[in-house]
């Protein structure tokens, strides 16, 4: 079974701080690795998609990392902001059959204090 | 762009009740997918298509029917409401069963089953 995991499961910074979180994933037969968004009472947002190992993808404040040969992103905030709060989320998907191989990782809940 | 819409938002069922969620996109996308979300758990896959006429079983997919006659629609069938199906249901979409394009999210049905 393959397994996704997200550290840590939640994190609580100060306004200003640049945080990053990990997404752990099966370093064999990789095809993509997506990150995305949750707020609460919404739903969960892209961020990246990303598919080369070395790749880097940024938007705004936020950016991320890839290592497919190790199997693991990490996902940067710079300057945290109350916006940012919210759980992001990881998904794996190595390759052979479709989509539906899609795997996500529980989330790391972020929660920013003006 | 009205993009994924769910119907209900909410929905309290009997033991042993039918119901469907309904799900309906206008993006022209070929792939399309239920999840659920339970606390603690990552979104698992319940069933998903990849164009009109095809559906296949994800992680979940017991106590769970689909079917796929257009391009816009997915409905989630259940047939005999259990208590273990209390869940938050999502579906989403994405262009094409390519694994690198990001999935677009509904805004999620909360079910209970009492």
């Not at chain 1, 997404?23 to 997506?34: I, K, R, T, V």
């Not at chain 2, 799900?23 to 758990?41: F, I, K, L």
Request: glycine share 10%; with cysteine.
């Amino acid at each position: 079974i393959l397994n996704v995991e997200q550290s840590p499961q939640s994190l609580h910074v100060q306004e200003g701080d640049s945080t990053n979180f990990t997404c752990s994933f099966p370093s064999s037969n990789f095809y993509a690795l997506h990150w995305y968004r949750w707020e609460t009472a919404k739903s969960p947002e892209a961020l990246f998609v990303m598919t080369l190992n070395g790749d880097e993808k940024k938007k705004g404040r936020i950016s991320a990392t890839l290592n497919t040969k190790e199997g693991y992103s990490y996902l940067y905030i710079k300057g945290s902001q109350p916006e940012d709060s919210a759980t992001y989320l990881c998904a794996f998907r190595g390759y052979g059959g479709s989509q539906g191989n899609l795997i996500f990782g529980k989330g790391t809940k972020l929660s920013v204090k003006p | 762009n009205a993009g994924v819409t769910q119907t209900p938002k909410f929905q309290v069922l009997k033991t042993g009740q039918s119901m469907t969620l309904q799900c309906a996109q206008d993006m022209n996308h070929e792939y399309m997918s239920w999840y659920r979300q339970d606390p603690g758990m990552g979104l698992r896959l319940i069933h998903y298509s990849v164009g009109a006429g095809i559906t296949d079983q994800g992680e979940v997919p017991n106590g769970y029917n689909v079917s796929r006659s257009t391009t816009e629609d997915f409905p989630l069938r259940l047939l005999s409401a259990a208590p273990s199906q209390t869940s938050v249901y999502f579906c989403a979409s994405t262009i094409a069963d390519g694994g690198n394009s990001p999935l677009h999210f509904g805004n999620g049905t909360r079910l209970t089953v009492t």
